[in-house]
């Protein structure tokens, strides 16, 4: 199983960026999945996700109104559209895959496959 993380980037505040994650080995159908998001010093934390087949959405309170979750099964892929980005969005934004019941989407321990990350960086 492989997750691919790709479209981060040097953004000032105010701006927007869109991530993909593309996966492969695994029936993507089948999974729900999450965006997860890392800076220095802190641990890694839950930024949104979206349920098999696009079901349910979840979002952390601190990117509500500003980031949008979606995925497109036919190409095996989840998206984060991040508008409105704040300094204090810099991270390492990492993809998952959780092939369970999804109870508790916001604890990185129901995930079972996670992508390589990558940086965002937001600049004042």
């Known amino acids: 199983v492989q997750l691919q993380a790709s479209g981060g980037g040097l953004v000032q505040a105010g701006d927007s960026l869109r991530l993909s994650c593309a996966a492969s080995?695994?029936?993507?159908?089948?999974?729900?999945m999450g965006w997860f998001r890392q800076a220095p010093g802190n641990e890694r934390e839950f930024v949104a996700g979206i349920g098999k087949r696009g079901g349910s959405t979840r979002y952390a309170d601190s990117v509500k109104a500003r980031f949008t979750i979606s995925r497109d099964d036919g190409k095996n892929s989840v998206y984060l559209q991040m508008n409105s980005l704040r300094p204090e969005d810099t991270a390492v934004y990492y993809c998952?895959?959780?092939?369970?019941?999804?109870?508790?989407?916001?604890?990185?321990?129901?995930?079972?496959?996670w992508g390589q990350g990558t940086q965002v960086t937001v600049s004042s």
């Open positions: 080995g695994l029936t993507f159908n089948n999974y729900n």
């Open positions: 998952a895959a959780d092939g369970g019941g999804w109870l508790y989407p916001d604890r990185t321990s129901i995930y079972d496959y």
